[in-house]
């Protein structure tokens, strides 16, 4: 059974960080592109960045600005973004998505995920 178990999501204040993390199971990981994407209330579902888990290369969306960085644990069989900088445009529900045999870039622009996760909130806000 596949399951993406995200975490890590909460209340910070502006300018603060996160650390989300997405724990995968159930799929040959090797062969996939994980991805975060994001929904704020009354907003179209956006890519936040993903990566390829066999080589690590990476995708971000242009709003990261080198805010955001996505990483791998190989062992863990985890996914995290780091978030830093954060801003009250960064509120929304954050999702962890899977996709075998998809580059991160393809993943990413085509908005596509094969497997989805359940979100953690984000919420930025003084």
């Known amino acids: 059974q596949v399951q993406l178990v995200e975490s890590g999501g909460g209340l910070v204040q502006p300018g603060g960080s996160l650390r989300l993390s997405c724990a995968a199971s159930g799929f040959t990981l090797g062969s996939a592109a994980i991805g975060w994407f994001r929904q704020a209330p009354g907003k179209e579902r956006e890519a936040v960045s993903c990566i390829n888990w066999s080589d690590g290369s990476t995708y971000y969306a242009d709003f990261v600005k080198g805010r955001f960085t996505i990483s791998r644990d190989n062992a863990q069989g985890t996914v995290y973004l780091q978030l830093n900088s954060l801003k009250p445009e960064d509120t929304a529900v954050y999702h962890c998505?899977?996709?075998?045999?998809?580059?991160?870039?393809?993943?990413?622009?085509?908005?596509?995920?094969?497997?989805w996760g359940q979100g953690t909130q984000v919420t930025v806000s003084s």
């Open positions: 998505a899977a996709t075998p045999f998809m580059t991160s870039r393809q993943m990413c622009i085509l908005h596509s995920g094969r497997y």
